[in-house]
């Protein structure tokens, strides 16, 4: 089975979805395994958005130049969602603005609702806090027990503040790398691994122990989807922002905003997910080597990827995998 290792970030706002081409195919992983069996883990995007309902018919499999025939090979292509083990880092600013505005309590509940949410979608979730401080710290690890995380969100107050100041720039690098050791990559492994980083602030960093050029090269040189949500007056230029939220930014004007855009938030999540697809295809050639293009057309459009693979080991009694969703 394929492992996948993604990692997300979230921060407070409206959303602005980015532009891109349609559709936009991004190969994950891949694993070829004797006696024949090619398996291709990839996500599909369109204009920035995700695609959550392609179908085998939307698809063409091209093998060593050749169209495979359904009478020729067997192959299945599958929706990954029910196989994701899902990780959730929310990390809350509790900088000076949002304890002397009294925003704390009000995030607080829309944090819990947010958190529980993700729960019932079955993610494991995780809370830390962050100010000007150097680093971020946990409030609780990652669980499904949504008492534990209700709890420990209401257990919040300004006497966890170590630094008025805003260290956002270095809690996007701290939150990335706890979920770089969170999820390890395995092609071996029966899950495939998504980490959501999901960090809520009111503002720009100013603390400036991290400068913004090495937060947002770090969010554009990994995997991550990456997404932002802040809650800042229409006045405030969001620029930095929207460049930590390259996948999607949302922001909120006013406190009363923040729960309006819960479900918006939510429901982007939820589709992040379903965008993942695995193509499982039992291979009939037995050249010394060749490859497998898979074609995937939406919209009026294509897009594809490809995979390359030795087939001196392929041979008779090649199975696809059991459905595990």
Known sequence: MLRLALFLLVVV????????????LTKLDESVTPPGLVQILFSVQCSGEPVTAVEESDLTLTEGGTDVSGSEAQWRLDPVSAALETYTLLLMDVSDSIIDQGTL?????????????????????????FDGDANIRTVIDFTTNADDIEDAINNIDAGDQL?????????????????DSKVNEDVEAE???VANLVVFTDGLDRAG?????????????????????????????????????????????????????FDELISRLVAEVNKYYRLSYCSPLRNPRT??????TWEGSAS???????????????????RSN
Not at 13 to 23: E, F, I, K, M, W
Not at 105 to 129: H, K, M, N, R, Y
Not at 163 to 179: C, F, I, K, Q, W
Not at 233 to 260: I, N, P, Y
Request: proline share 4%.
């Open 163 to 179: 630094d008025g100041s805003t260290n956002l720039n270095g809690a996007v690098l701290s939150g990335l790398e706890v979920l």
């Open 209 to 261: 122990r991290e400068t913004h050029g090495k937060a947002v090269n770090a969010v554009e040189g990994s995997n991550h989807e990456v997404f932002v949500l802040a809650l800042i007056d229409e006045e405030v230029e969001a620029q930095e922002l929207e460049e930590l939220g390259e996948d999607g930014f949302f922001r909120a004007d006013d406190v009363a905003a923040l729960t309006d855009t």
């Open 13 to 24: 706002s409206s959303l602005a979805g980015c532009a891109g081409p349609c559709p936009n």
């Open 191 to 193: 899950l495939v691994s």
């Open 304 to 322: 594809t990827v490809k995979v390359a693979y030795p087939t001196e080991d392929f041979g008779p009694g090649c199975a696809l995998p059991s």
């Open 291 to 296: 490859n497998l293009k898979v074609k995937v």
């Open 105 to 129: 309590e009000t995030a607080q509940q829309v944090a819990i609702d947010f958190s529980q949410s993700l729960l019932e979608q079955g993610q494991q979730v995780s809370v830390a806090i």
